[in-house]
């Protein structure tokens, strides 16, 4: 079975959700309810890096 998914909230709900600090910065484009997003697609996901949580495609 293939990782299907579905993308509903928007970024101001996921940093919202996340507890995150004031520096983190909200993409410009909100992103589109998506209802059948597929491994091979390129997504904007919230991810932990060296300097904190970032939005970033994948």
């Known amino acids: 079975m293939c990782g299907h998914f ?3 909230y928007t970024w101001l ?3 919202d ?3 995150l600090i004031p520096g ?3 993409p410009d484009e909100e ?3 998506r209802l059948d997003v597929r491994p091979t697609q390129t997504v904007k996901v919230l ?3 060296t300097n904190g949580y970032e ?3 994948m």
Do not use: L
């Open 47 to 49: 991810r932990n890096s």
């Open 24 to 26: 983190v910065p909200i």
């Open 17 to 19: 959700a996340y507890s």
């Open 13 to 15: 709900e996921m940093h």
């Open 31 to 33: 992103p589109s309810v």
């Open 55 to 57: 939005f970033a495609p």
């Open 6 to 8: 579905s993308q509903y």
